[in-house]
């Protein structure tokens, strides 16, 4: 009966410290950093091209869809932004590509890290 308690208490302690713990590591995970400053930026080892619309083909659109991304310590592309957009379907066109596409990551302290990055896709008609 006596055991009960202590072994209740004991669970509560390791339950708090590997909250802590995943808190603490998720934290990290999470934090996004800016190329420079002992950041190295993320070098793209496969790429895909966007499609070209047919509503833009119609319109004979043209342009450039700036697209802001996050690089995780993985390689993969997350939070896709447009923020400079050409319309047409283009738009959605260049951040699929793009969340196709994979990274050797960027890296702080010779540890991959997460790496905000821009990428610029051209759409032109030949």
């Known amino acids: ?6 072994n209740v208490g ?7 410290l590997v909250f802590s713990v995943c808190t603490t590591a998720q ?3 999470e934090t996004v950093y800016a190329v420079g400053n002992g950041v190295s930026a993320p070098i793209p080892i496969r790429n ?28 993969s ?11 047409y379907g283009l738009d959605e066109s260049a951040a699929k590509a793009l969340s196709e596409w994979r990274f050797k990551p960027g890296t ?14 051209n759409f032109s008609l030949r």
């Open 1 to 6: 009966m006596t055991q009960l308690p202590r």
């Open 10 to 16: 004991l669970a509560a302690v390791l339950a708090i």
């Open 27 to 29: 934290t990290q995970d």
């Open 48 to 75: 895909v091209q966007p499609s070209y619309t047919p509503e833009a083909r119609d319109a004979h659109a043209t342009g450039t869809v700036q697209l802001e991304a996050v690089v995780g310590t993985d390689g």
């Open 77 to 87: 592309v997350s939070k896709i932004q447009v923020i400079g957009s050409v319309g």
């Open 108 to 121: 702080k302290d010779g540890k991959p890290v997460n790496v905000r990055i821009q990428i610029t896709m």
